[in-house]
């Protein structure tokens, strides 16, 4: 029930394309979901994050697109550019928790 | 640079040898974490301080050792390690103290190889 699953492990994309990243929960409880971007030779940082009061939030290129009842969100990329190559992990938390599970991550490629 | 330090960056050690990794924030967090990061299973937490105190230890072998003698600094003791070791070893820090929907900065890693 801990578990955030994300697909697909990679994708490969054109550039100007668009790039979804699709995950999945089961835990109710939680209520707090960000997305983290990952470069070679760095650590994750923080893209974009999401609470479920809302169904979408957009931030520049990025969208997250939040569905609660069937526990799922996904990871929208507008206009991908091969600068937005990197690896994509979904995860979640809850309230009052300090720990975030993290999805498997996407490596995400984007053709020049 | 996200404000958190992990020393060595590199690290290659015999399975008898004894090393340490080094993680230091300069954001005023109070939790600090380490991950480990393989090819097999990309992100593991292994253990989570708040405030000095020890709060997660997700079933890690007693051959990683972690210290926090501050919030601001972590170590990671490491001990007759195992080739399925070799990982690249992340550490993050966040506000903490049960704050959820926390923002976890994380460091570059140190990437290990255990010969």
């Known amino acids: 029930q801990q578990q955030v699953k994300q697909s697909p492990q990679s994708l490969i994309v054109q550039k100007g394309g668009i790039s979804i990243i699709n995950c999945a929960y089961e835990?109710?409880?939680?209520?707090?979901f960000p997305w983290y971007q990952q470069f070679p030779g760095k650590g994750p940082a923080l893209l974009i994050a999401?609470?479920?009061?809302?169904s979408e939030k957009k931030e520049g290129r990025f969208t997250i697109s939040f569905n609660k009842s069937a526990k799922q969100f996904s990871l929208h990329i507008m206009d991908s550019q091969p600068g937005d190559s990197a690896t994509y992990f979904c995860?979640?938390?809850?309230?009052?928790?300090?720990?975030?599970?993290f999805g498997k991550g996407t490596r995400l490629h984007i053709l020049p | 640079e996200t404000g958190v330090t992990q020393t060595p960056r590199h690290l290659v050690m015999g399975m008898t040898n004894k090393k340490s990794l080094k993680c230091e924030q300069h954001?005023?967090?109070?939790?600090m974490y380490w991950y480990k990061q393989s090819a097999k299973k990309p992100l593991e937490l292994m253990f989570v301080?708040?405030?000095?105190?020890?709060?997660e230890n997700n079933s890690v072998p007693s051959r990683f050792s972690p210290e926090c003698p501050n919030s601001s600094h972590l170590f990671l003791h490491l001990h007759t390690l195992q080739p399925e070791d070799s990982a690249l070893y992340l550490c993050?820090?966040?506000?903490?103290?049960?704050?959820?929907?926390?923002?976890?900065?994380f460091g570059p890693g140190t990437r290990l190889t255990v010969l």
């Open positions: 835990n109710t409880a939680f209520d707090y």
């Open positions: 993050a820090s966040s506000q903490g103290a049960g704050a959820g929907g926390d923002t976890q900065y």
């Open positions: 999401i609470r479920p009061d809302v």
């Open positions: 954001l005023g967090h109070n939790a």
């Open positions: 301080y708040n405030f000095k105190e020890q709060t």
């Open positions: 995860a979640a938390s809850m309230n009052r928790d300090d720990k975030i599970i």
